[in-house]
């Protein structure tokens, strides 16, 4: 069964894209009348096609809505107005200071992984310390544009490596069910279908509650196997630009993983320091 969600059409009147990011917010009228301060006939009229929405007053709901910055320049486009949000690449020069502040982030977290990634979890750019974890890989999951999901859950990615499969594979699905349904965006919803179609590994055999205790149970864990045999967990967490009015920047994620206990924090920089000497030889 396809898990294709219904997503407002761009060419569709103005109102009933407000409706359907309305109803996918599981908001009433009247709920999102008095979250926006206006009236519930306006809203109603907006809706129906009776009045059309200044501008101010369709920004003012779309943020009210929480709809991405990409498919409010659909909202505005529809009511015949010009698009508010640019989208350029993140080596434009316009996005300069921004790519350094990643470009740190990521070089800072050294010896731990980190990866920067775009609104369909295309790999933009990564430390030095992901490499490593790479390897065994398929060469064609490693062509670009590299998908971290697929790349984690494949079968012949990183998943046979991954101790707690089943319990990271739900994680990630849950975490991407999420996604699908606060964007309607069509490229998610298919990647969903994709990974839910990979082979189910056997929950029964899955060493999950140990590695969660590892954390204290307050975080999903990714154990993986090392080279050397030996077990690394890590707690993952994600930032994201606080107010971005660029396209790029607000579907941009930088996923930083942390050592879930002094073993593998060892270990990691025992790798840290392999491949800073490797360098300087």
């Not at 189910?200 to 060493?207: F, G, K, L, S, V």
Request: net charge neutral.
């Amino acid at each position: 069964m396809s898990l294709m969600p219904f997503a407002p059409s761009v060419t569709a009147p103005v109102g009933a894209q407000l409706r359907d990011w309305r109803q996918r917010r599981r908001l009433s009228q009247l709920d999102l009348a008095g979250e926006a301060d206006i009236s519930t006939r306006h809203l109603s009229f907006l809706e129906t096609g009776r009045a059309l929405p200044s501008r101010e007053m369709l920004i003012r709901l779309a943020e009210t809505l929480e709809v991405p910055l990409r498919e409010r320049n659909a909202l505005l486009a529809a009511a015949g107005y010009a698009p508010m949000y640019r989208e350029r690449p993140l080596d434009d020069p316009a996005l300069a200071c921004a790519r350094r502040a990643v470009d740190l982030v990521l070089k800072g977290h050294e010896p731990y992984p980190a990866l920067a990634v775009d609104r369909h979890w295309n790999l933009l750019a990564h430390n030095r310390a992901v490499a490593p974890f790479l390897a065994g890989v398929d060469p064609s999951l490693l062509g670009p544009p590299v998908n971290v999901l697929r790349l984690s859950l494949h079968p012949r990615g990183m998943a046979p490596r991954i101790v707690n499969l089943a319990q990271w594979r739900a994680h990630l699905i849950a975490r991407l069910r999420q996604q699908v349904a606060a964007s309607a965006d069509r490229t998610l919803a298919a990647l969903l279908d994709e990974l839910v179609a990979y082979p189910t590994p056997d929950a029964e055999h899955d060493p999950a509650p140990a590695r969660l205790d590892a954390t204290g149970g307050v975080a999903v864990p990714l154990s993986m196997r090392a080279a050397d045999g030996s077990v690394l967990s890590f707690i993952s967490t994600t930032t994201v630009f606080g107010t971005p009015v660029d396209i790029t920047l607000s579907e941009l994620a930088l996923e930083t993983f942390f050592p879930a206990d002094e073993a593998t924090a060892q270990a990691l920089r025992r790798l840290g320091d392999g491949q800073a000497a490797a360098d300087a030889s």
